[in-house]
């Protein structure tokens, strides 16, 4: 079988390159996806060039080609994993392509809870990424303040009012962004109040670290969730040390063992309506759109959050 999947060939450059799809071995499926969702922020920054691993010899697998996409959802046409029934609709860690084939044992899926959408199901992988901020909270989070209101960051805010008896709120220069916070149910800080114990950076701008540092509560704790684009220049002492606050990463591989499990009740929870994700979808394309749809989310930011590509309108 044939079929093709989106590659960042080069710096500001997306195309479909032709791929085989070799026969199913023992422990595989074959997913033909319905959909799958466009990370507006890491797949962006690889796209531009501008993700800070580029040149980092620690970070080999940010080189150009570069296969685009992580969070497909779509039905298992053919299966030679004996948990998992041909018709079965997953959620899972999947390139955007048509098709997609995946080792049940070692992938990262999950099962899609009955009566849940598509597209509702691919945010899944997101809320997945967003749950490292709470893992990473080491202190108690009483009142938490989030930076950023992209996918992410929305996401880790919901996961944190979770507990109803914290203060959460969410900070974003952009009124859109802002307008979705509020759709999912979440409070949008209009005036700086008195410091918060927790601050969640979910930008990926390191100026916003400094910010976190300065505003957050003393013996708090700032947590790093979103990839940042460049270096940071602090004055540890003043900020850190003096004040007595953890500084901590995010990043998804603090869940470790747990994540196929995180990935499983973050769709639950979705499915549920404890996790709001409709008010975050915003378009919906057809395959022959995906490679120009990067530069359209670069020039226009706020309008572009949820981005969905439709594989069942053919292309594949």
């Known amino acids: 079988m044939k079929t093709k999947v989106l590659v960042f060939t080069a710096r500001n450059r997306a195309?479909?390159?032709?791929?085989?799809?070799?026969?199913?071995?023992?422990?595989?499926?074959?997913?033909?996806?319905?959909?799958?969702?466009?990370?507006?922020?890491?797949?962006?920054?690889?796209?531009?060039?501008?993700?800070?691993?580029?040149?980092?010899?620690?970070?080999?697998?940010?080189?150009?080609?570069?296969?685009?996409?992580?969070?497909?959802?779509?039905?298992?046409?053919e299966s030679r994993s004996p948990e998992v029934p041909a018709g079965m609709a997953v959620m899972h860690y999947g390139n955007h392509a048509p098709v997609t084939v995946l080792?049940?044992?070692?992938?990262?899926?999950?099962?899609?809870?009955?009566?849940?959408?598509?597209?509702?199901?691919?945010?899944?992988?997101?809320?997945?990424?967003?749950?490292?901020?709470?893992?990473?909270?080491?202190?108690?989070?009483?009142?938490?303040l989030v930076y950023g209101a992209g996918i992410v960051g929305n996401l880790a805010a919901q996961w944190f009012a979770l507990d109803t008896d914290r203060s959460v709120a969410v900070r974003d220069l952009s009124p859109v962004r802002l307008a979705m916070a509020r759709q999912c149910g979440l409070s949008v800080e209009e005036t700086q109040p008195p410091k918060p114990d927790t601050i969640v950076e979910a930008t990926g701008v390191p100026a916003v670290v400094i910010e976190a540092l300065m505003r957050v509560a003393p013996?708090?704790?700032?947590?790093?969730?979103?990839?940042?684009?460049?270096?940071?220049?602090?004055?540890?002492?003043?900020?850190?040390?003096?004040?007595?606050?953890?500084?901590?990463?995010?990043?998804?591989?603090?869940?470790?063992?747990?994540?196929?499990?995180?990935?499983?009740?973050?769709?639950?929870?979705?499915?549920?309506?404890?996790?709001?994700?409709?008010?975050?979808?915003?378009?919906?394309?057809?395959?022959?759109?995906?490679?120009?749809?990067?530069?359209r989310i670069a020039a226009d930011r706020d309008q572009y959050t949820g981005v969905f590509v439709d594989w069942s309108s053919g292309n594949g």
Do not use: C
């Open 103 to 144: 080792d049940t044992a070692s992938a990262m899926w999950a099962p899609v809870p009955a009566g849940l959408g598509m597209r509702e199901a691919s945010f899944g992988r997101f809320a997945q990424i967003a749950r490292s901020a709470v893992i990473a909270a080491v202190r108690p989070a009483q009142s938490v």
């Open 219 to 295: 013996s708090g704790q700032v947590i790093l969730l979103g990839s940042s684009r460049g270096t940071v220049e602090l004055n540890a002492y003043k900020l850190v040390h003096r004040k007595a606050v953890i500084l901590s990463g995010a990043h998804e591989t603090i869940l470790g063992a747990t994540v196929r499990e995180v990935l499983k009740t973050s769709l639950e929870l979705i499915a549920a309506g404890a996790l709001r994700v409709a008010p975050l979808i915003t378009h919906t394309i057809p395959p022959d759109e995906l490679p120009g749809i990067y530069d």
């Open 15 to 77: 195309e479909f390159v032709p791929r085989e799809i070799p026969d199913l071995r023992e422990g595989e499926i074959l997913i033909r996806n319905r959909v799958s969702l466009v990370s507006p922020g890491t797949e962006l920054a690889l796209y531009s060039g501008s993700h800070i691993g580029f040149g980092d010899p620690e970070v080999p697998w940010a080189r150009y080609p570069i296969d685009g996409g992580y969070a497909s959802t779509g039905i298992v046409e």
